[in-house]
């Protein structure tokens, strides 16, 4: 009887607080620097999430070490519902799976919403005499180490789709360069001092589109409607599918019915037709997968990693 009165106390407080909320402002932090795809498409949702509630939705971007610092504040934060981790799969999916010792438990964070997702794009500098995946592989394979790519580090979706990749493509070697965000890596591309990079296509369309970079493939499941005369990798390596999706999460502890609110917000905020608009610029496609829904995503997509991980040998560390 107590556990039971508890627990409907637990759930009435919950609900109680899910009604007045948000009563004070409520950010949402990033965990990685501005100018990527992770920083953009949570700013258009937090937009509009402030006008729907009359309630400032402000972004805090708190990089490095591949989005854990980030990650471990919200975790740290008060379950009072002001503080949410608005972040790609690397927080949620590959830190923990590459890392034995995070200063988070991922499967503790409550599960908002996954919010849309983006395929990743082989790209490489104009100055690459390689005009089709089987001609980088060529390349590559006649200059072992020569070529350079840019990643986010070794738990993000770039890295790991790059050695997953050059696993598939028969053990070809490629030096990794590693920088603190998609912002940084693009612009080093664009430069020219890389040669080679997997980015999720929403912030890099534009360069291919201008000619300032090529893309090689895609990595969704099927060709992306922008780019119809790019191969899908799929198409290749049948299976290579590379997404960044981008999820909110509360630390642990917040009540159920608080991220059900929140959960509710951004799937209405999702299909306002500017918003589809606005995320179309990023090639971005909304998912809109509330909380239940979120936790057998995530799980489903930490299976298929652990499987590319394998596949690539990359080892946890």
């Known amino acids: 009887m107590r556990l039971a009165a508890l627990f409907l106390a637990v759930l009435v407080c919950g609900n109680v607080a899910a009604q ?10 990033v965990p990685f620097p501005p100018g990527g795809a ?11 999430l402030s006008a729907k509630w009359q309630q400032p939705f402000v972004i805090e971007n708190r990089a490095g070490a591949t989005g854990t610092i980030g990650a471990e504040f919200v975790y740290r934060a008060e379950p009072d519902g002001t503080t949410f981790l608005a972040t790609p799969p690397s927080t949620l999916v590959l830190n923990p799976v590459l890392h034995a010792n995070l200063p988070y438990d991922a499967s503790r964070f409550v599960p908002v919403a996954v919010m849309a997702g983006i395929p990743s794009v082989l790209l490489v500098h104009p100055k690459v005499q390689a005009g089709s995946v089987q001609a980088l592989i060529a390349l590559a394979r006649a200059n072992p180490g020569r070529l350079n790519y840019a990643s986010q580090g070794t738990t993000s979706v770039s890295f790991l789709t790059t050695e997953w990749f050059m696993a598939l493509a028969g053990g070809l070697k490629m030096t990794q360069v590693p920088y603190k965000g998609t912002g940084p890596g693009l612009a080093a591309l664009l430069a020219g001092e890389v040669e080679v990079m997997f980015d999720n296509l929403g912030t890099s369309l534009q360069h291919v589109r201008a000619g300032k970079l090529k893309a090689l493939a895609v990595c969704g499941e099927r060709r992306f409607p922008g780019l119809p005369d790019v191969p899908a990798m799929n198409e290749l390596y049948p299976g290579f599918v590379s997404i960044a999706w ?6 642990p502890g917040t009540p159920a019915p608080i991220a059900a609110k ?20 990023l090639s971005a496609e909304p998912i809109g997968l509330g909380p239940d829904a979120m936790r057998d995503f995530v ?13 690539a040998g990359v080892k946890p560390q």
């Open 20 to 29: 007045d909320w948000p009563a004070k402002p409520v950010r949402f932090v």
């Open 38 to 48: 992770a920083d953009a498409l949570p700013r258009i949702v937090a937009e509009r």
């Open 246 to 251: 981008f999820g909110v999460v509360a630390p």
């Open 262 to 281: 929140l959960a509710e917000g951004i799937l209405e905020v999702l299909r306002l037709p500017e918003v589809r608009e606005r995320l179309g610029r």
């Open 299 to 311: 799980k489903r997509d930490a299976a298929r990693w652990r499987e590319a991980i394998r596949a």
